[in-house]
């Protein structure tokens, strides 16, 4: 089949879903397809400052979609790129899928001000088209079909999962049968954005942790000047990010705000248990004792206890098996399952 696949999540952005939409043409690609993948590196546009390399393009792909001939074709994300190939699809009649990847609504409230209602009836123009709204698991779907919401009905809205790159994210030998943790390293791997949670995962280093946070962006000086006992490793490229992950114990994800975070399936493949707040993403994922542990609240004493819980009663073998058969190829052939043909 020829696939379209379109992102407006590209390098130098380092996240959960500029992963997802790498491994997937990858491995499309490697399942006999044939894939053209548009992204903002292959446009003119304009990068906005303090934003991580995030490129405003607006190109028009009306003809490189007709010259490609596709079978299908999916949308990631709602951005300027997302909007130019919905542009393009609706004015040649081409049905297509979408993805819901990013909680916009709350982020660019707690940013600028923007009315959570504005961005919410922008997305639902965006994905009024589209024939299969694919999200990451079943709690964001149970938002988006809310009341107060309602973005499409729930049989337009298919839960798609996430995979893991082996290659990079495995544990080490030691691991992979061990019972107990033997230590209270934390680690953290994240944009540092205000948004992310990073200051509650900071001050657990005030209360006897030794905690590494990976990963660079606007806010990550100011974390450094408040929290002067967390080590900053900044940025690593994933081979690296797998080697910083198997030397902690525990993976701490305080954000509020993702739809999944792909990276804690990535820090349980390497013998991590994770600890969360009860919220869309950790709750879908972490089974408390087993791979993880919830916070019974969203307050930083709750993480605190929650961590204190995974560090006596999980164990790296439970991580790993949690993580067990999540490759990207198979994630790859559900993705498959959801597609529709464009005529």
Not at 11 to 17: C, R, T, Y
Not at 65 to 77: C, W, Y
Not at 183 to 190: A, E, F, P, T, Y
Not at 254 to 276: I, Q
């Amino acid at each position: 089949m020829r696939i379209i696949l379109v992102t407006d999540a590209w390098e130098p952005q380092i996240n959960g879903v500029y992963t997802t939409v790498k491994n997937t043409a990858s491995a499309l690609t490697q399942l006999g397809h044939e894939v053209l993948l548009l992204h903002p590196g292959l446009f003119w546009g304009i990068r906005l400052p303090f934003t991580g390399g995030v490129k405003l393009v607006f190109p028009f792909l009306k003809k490189k979609i007709k010259d490609f001939n596709p079978d299908h074709i999916h949308i990631f994300t709602e951005g300027p790129l997302g909007f130019s190939a919905r542009r393009a699809c609706s004015s040649s009649r081409l049905h297509f899928t979408t993805g819901y990847h990013t909680k916009f609504p709350q982020i660019l409230n707690d940013w600028y001000g923007i009315p959570q209602s504005w961005t919410q009836c922008y997305l639902k123009w965006f994905h009024k088209l589209s024939k299969k709204i694919l999200v990451p698991t079943r709690s964001t779907k149970g938002e988006l079909v809310n009341e107060s919401y309602l973005l499409a009905p729930a049989d337009r809205i298919a839960v798609w999962g996430r995979g893991v790159d082996e290659s990079y994210f495995f544990p080490p030998a030691w691991k992979r049968n061990a019972l107990k943790i033997h230590s209270k390293r934390l680690i953290c791997v994240s944009r540092a954005h205000p948004e992310k949670g990073l200051d509650d995962f900071c001050e657990l280093s005030n209360s006897g942790f030794h905690c590494t946070f990976v990963g660079g962006g606007s806010y990550l000086n100011t974390l450094k000047r408040k929290y002067p006992k967390v080590h900053f490793s900044g940025p690593l490229p994933p081979e690296g990010v797998g080697r910083a992950l198997r030397n902690a114990d525990i993976f701490v994800f305080p954000s509020k705000n993702d739809t999944f975070g792909l990276v804690m399936l990535e820090a349980n493949a390497c013998g991590l248990p994770v600890v969360g707040y009860p919220v869309t993403g950790p709750k879908d994922w972490v089974q408390n004792g087993k791979n993880g542990y919830l916070a019974f609240d969203g307050s930083l004493p709750a993480l605190k206890l929650a961590t204190v819980l995974a560090i006596i009663h999980c164990s790296p073998q439970g991580a790993i098996g949690h993580a067990s058969g999540h490759t990207w190829k198979k994630v790859s052939e559900d993705f498959l399952k959801f597609l529709h043909p464009c005529r």
